[in-house]
């Protein structure tokens, strides 16, 4: 079992910055590949970006390539999201999510978080 709490989500404009952070519980961390993912009002939720366990690889959604930074920090229990040259269209929660199997945290993964919200002003 993991836990897992998003932190980071907020206000800005167009154009502007944010980090979401999420902390994981337990000691088995560094096993789990992670992911983020968003939900749009009226939308699905759809998959953004994933880490592999060891961090040496990532994958990101078309729309945020080039934009947004997966990484994590295993002696930390953290994921984080960083997020650059933000859209109106990003509005949307941004979800946490573990899976110990990478191909599986990008679709349907066993764990989420609770979801911090990010609304980017035109």
């Known amino acids: 079992q993991v836990q897992l709490v998003e932190s980071g989500g907020g206000l800005v404009q167009t154009g502007g910055s944010l980090r979401l952070s999420c902390a994981a519980s337990?000691?088995?961390?560094?096993?789990?590949?992670m992911g983020w993912f968003r939900q749009a009002p009226g939308k699905e939720r759809e998959f953004v970006a994933a880490i592999r366990s060891s961090g040496a690889s990532t994958d990101y959604v078309d729309s945020v390539k080039g934009r947004f930074i997966i990484s994590r920090d295993n002696a930390a229990n953290t994921v984080y999201l960083q997020m650059n040259s933000l859209k109106p269209e990003d509005t949307a929660v941004y979800y946490c999510?573990?899976?110990?199997?990478?191909?599986?945290?990008?679709?349907?993964?066993?764990?989420w978080g609770q979801g911090t919200q990010v609304t980017v002003s035109s």
């Open positions: 337990g000691r088995t961390f560094s096993r789990y590949a």
């Open positions: 999510a573990a899976d110990l199997a990478y191909t599986r945290v990008k679709v349907t993964p066993d764990f």
